[in-house]
């Protein structure tokens, strides 16, 4: 009886998971020959476990990632100019809370947009928040923001996010608007949160595909100034063979060809 009250009890205090947990050491007898302390010690581990959990797919759902990418699900074997040691670094999400910027270039095909999203769902896991935004629709949004009235309002709700990933930058140049939108963009996260961003052009164009050279300047300084660089090349991958034996993808989702 006095069980039963304290795991209704602990339903009450919102404690879900440590009720059930309760439940289940009341119903299997190897947990008997536990002391006091070491069973209290595993309903904790218990509730912070699940709390963490349901923390990070609160996280994924509201990131929008464009794929439910893992950097344990990587291809490594496809010859893109890919460095293991360097991604799995960058899977522990210390440059998430360095404030720092991930840039990843290459061609269709490459993966560009599924490392980016595997760096974002590693940063989740270990805490932070991200968005994702594919460029040309981001630039759209703030024009749209800036007719509405609500452009103030857009960019402080990005600004408070500690990742932002921006997919797919430069497909076109951008007109003076537009990179005035963009360096608003990278101003309010330069030093303050990280950012993830993706392009097919090699960063030594980018000043010349944005129409304003001052803005231009300003923008690429803010955003290249503290930042790890990926620069993936080869073949598609989407025209690739069947890979070989080898360490690839684990049990997840496949990566992503894009």
Known sequence: MLTSATIDGLKALRLHAMAAALAEQNEQAGYAGLGFDERLGLLVDRELTDRASRRIQRSLKTARLRTPAAVEDIDFRHPRGLDRA?????????????????????????????????????????????????????????????????????????????????????????????????????????????????????????????????IADAALDRLLGSTDRIELTGESMRRAPAAGPGPGPGPGQPEDRS
Request: some cysteine.
């Open 86 to 214: 360097q991604i799995l670094d960058l899977a522990q999400a210390h440059w998430a809370s360095n404030r720092r910027a991930i840039v990843i270039t290459g061609p269709t095909g490459s993966g560009k947009t599924y490392l980016a999203c595997a760096l974002a769902h590693a940063a989740i896991r270990n805490g932070h928040t991200a968005l994702y935004q594919r460029a040309p629709r981001m630039l759209d949004e703030l024009a749209i923001a800036r007719g509405d009235g609500r452009l103030a309002r857009l960019l402080a709700s990005w600004a408070r996010i500690s990742v932002l990933v921006i997919d797919d930058l430069l497909l076109r140049p951008l007109t003076s608007e537009q990179a005035a939108d963009l360096l608003e963009v990278i101003e309010d996260r330069a030093g303050l949160r990280a950012t993830i961003v993706t392009s097919q052009l090699p960063v030594a164009m980018w000043h010349q595909a944005i129409a304003d050279p001052t």
